[in-house]
């Protein structure tokens, strides 16, 4: 059971990327995905999630208007599409399970182990 986070890399401010996030050994469909980063010196930070059971999504206020999550179950994949990136976006950036089938309040507290993350950085 292991999640995968690609997709990283160097952008300008203003700039767009999509990160991706795989998972092998099990389906991604039962689950609430959530996209976690952490920036040097700073604590994680909850950043997505997408549910399992309707789809509903939540967004930190520091990237609500700017990302957007989506699931294609098809591939067993979900995806952050990431724009209008700023400094601030500088990170490294995890997906995990959420143990809960809803992004309800509170759900980065509920999150399984965190994949290998994937470093954006936003710079000019």
């Known amino acids: 059971v292991q999640l995968q986070a690609s997709g990283g890399g160097l952008v300008q401010p203003g700039g767009s990327l999509r990160l991706s996030c795989a998972a092998s050994?099990?389906?991604?469909?039962?689950?609430?995905i959530g996209w976690f980063r952490q920036a040097p010196g700073k604590g994680p930070e909850g950043v997505s999630c997408?549910?399992?059971?309707?789809?509903?999504?939540y967004y930190a206020d520091s990237v609500k208007g700017r990302f957007t999550i989506s699931r294609d179950n098809a591939e067993n994949t979900v995806y952050l599409q990431m724009n209008s990136l700023k400094p601030e976006d500088t990170a490294v950036y995890y997906c995990a399970t959420i143990l809960r089938p809803r992004c309800t309040t509170g759900w980065g507290r509920d999150s399984g182990p965190w994949g290998q993350g994937t470093l954006v950085t936003v710079s000019s």
């Open positions: 050994g099990f389906t991604l469909d039962y689950y609430a």
């Open positions: 997408i549910s399992s059971s309707d789809g509903s999504t």
